[in-house]
């Protein structure tokens, strides 16, 4: 046997495969957690604390524009932390990416308001923002590389998906984090301070992170570039310049689904305010809806691996879309059911093509320069999805009416639908595994458990 392939067999059994994907999952829940805590309190806090010179609309308005700022930063982050990654390895870089991620989050926390300090008070806020966006943009791509590259065959949509369940797993915990800080807190009491303990506990969280991350092995496939001298200079402009047309297939087609989560975890909660519901209700209401999102992943990601993701995905895309189309209506009927219902609507339909975005970017670049072709690929999809609920409250704005915003849902599932053929019909091998359920893992490493 070639000393490569036995190289590459000690790398991936070093760390257990089923150990680095709870190690991607638990690491990915921690950094969307923090993240997450920034939109629920832009909702209900934000714009009181840190705008409080602006009107109730305005100042809604500013709070998920500095919400929508993190998501400017995420291309950045995603094209530094990507070459680092793609030059001395993912365990680093995610290392770096965690930590960056806690500070940032126990800084807001520990922020003074408008009140106390003036204008510094948001522009500190955005700058912390900006670099949540930035840790996030290095964090999603690597957590996915480091689940996917020690995957055994035949199952890499499944170890793929283990990362995408941190998002809805995040997102569980910073609504629970702030539902039972409201619960426990009188409302003087949460305007005043407790809304602060969700992100300084996200210190705390980080430290469970990192030593869990300090425990898994560097992944495999990069250790084999290592061996075989293949790391590039400039893996950024190598993935631009052989794989750009599959870029921008890519971006296009996992917008839909971060635009619509979006809009169902953060525009939601501040619409259903502004209507006179319930905020518990609300927050209540999303949390059990990204449990169903959460659980869901592993049926459709194993789905892929049995069926193929192209199927999957499509069927996936046509469901959002239509999930798109009846979320208002549905919610707009304000009854207890109805919006119960809306939520479950778009809890069911987000998780089927989300669950493959991971694999999917994974397997278009090889992995000399795979973690800065899906830093770039994740950073440009969650700039134009994390907008929507920016773009959502404007068009509320302006109109009064959520039919506006349910055209615009549904023309970005409908772009991001037609990308998706589009890539399989330009990128067929991408369906069963290009790169790393093929050439790019020897059989010895996939059946290493």
């Not at 990507?82 to 930590?99: E, N, T």
């Not at 250790?223 to 296009?252: F, G, Y």
């Not at 302006?398 to 915003?405: R, Y």
Request: charged residues 10%; glycine residues 10%; contains cysteine.
């Amino acid at each position: 046997m070639p000393e490569s392939v036995d190289l590459r067999t000690q790398a991936i059994s070093h760390t257990k495969p089923n150990r680095v994907a709870i190690a991607s999952l638990i690491g990915t829940t921690l950094e969307w957690y923090d993240f997450y805590l920034y939109g629920t309190a832009a909702v209900l806090v934000f714009n009181k604390q840190f705008f409080a010179s602006l009107s109730p609309a305005a100042g809604t308005l500013a709070a998920f524009a500095t919400f929508a700022v993190g998501f400017l930063a995420r291309p950045i982050g995603g094209i530094v932390f990507g070459h680092f990654g793609d030059r001395i390895g993912r365990k680093r870089i995610l290392i770096v990416s965690l930590l960056g991620m806690g500070m940032s989050s126990a800084l807001i926390g520990a922020l003074p308001t408008y009140a106390e300090i003036g204008i510094w008070a948001p522009a500190l806020l955005v700058a912390l923002r900006l670099l949540q966006g930035a840790a996030l943009g290095g964090e999603t791509s690597g957590a996915v590389l480091m689940s996917v590259e020690h995957a055994p065959g035949g199952r890499g949509n499944l170890f793929g998906g283990f990362p995408q369940m941190g998002v809805p797993a995040g997102l569980v915990l910073a609504n629970l984090a702030y539902y039972l800080t409201t619960w426990l807190s009188s409302p003087e009491a949460f305007a005043a301070w407790t809304w602060r303990v969700p992100f300084l506990m996200s210190g705390l969280l980080i430290v469970v992170g990192l030593v869990i991350r300090l425990r898994i092995s560097e992944s495999p496939s990069f250790s084999a570039a290592q061996e075989k001298s293949e790391i590039i200079q400039m893996p950024l402009l190598a993935a631009l310049k052989e794989h750009w047309a599959r870029i921008i297939a890519i971006v296009l087609m996992v917008t839909a689904a971060s635009s619509c989560s979006y809009v169902f975890t953060v525009f939601s909660l501040s619409y259903g305010k502004s209507r006179g519901l319930d905020g518990e209700l609300l927050l209540l209401g999303i949390t059990c809806g990204s449990l169903l999102w959460l659980t869901s992943i592993p049926f459709w990601s194993r789905a892929a691996d049995v069926h193929g993701r192209r199927k999957v995905f499509l069927f996936g895309s046509v469901m959002l879309l239509v999930g798109a189309v009846v979320y208002f209506p549905l919610f707009n009927m304000g009854t207890a059911v109805a919006i119960v219902g809306a939520f479950l609507v778009m809890a069911l339909t987000t998780p089927i093509s989300h669950a493959l975005q991971g694999s999917i970017m994974a397997d278009v670049f090889p992995a000399a320069m795979r973690y800065s072709g899906m830093g770039i690929i994740l950073g440009l999809g969650s700039l134009i999805g994390g907008t929507a609920p920016l773009i959502a409250s404007a068009l509320f704005a302006a109109n009064q009416s959520t039919f506006p915003i349910t055209v615009y849902l549904s023309v970005v599932c409908s772009v991001s639908l037609i990308s998706a053929v589009i890539l399989f019909q330009i990128a067929p091998k991408i369906d069963r595994g290009q790169y790393v359920n093929a050439s790019d893992l020897v059989p010895e490493a996939n059946t290493a458990s």
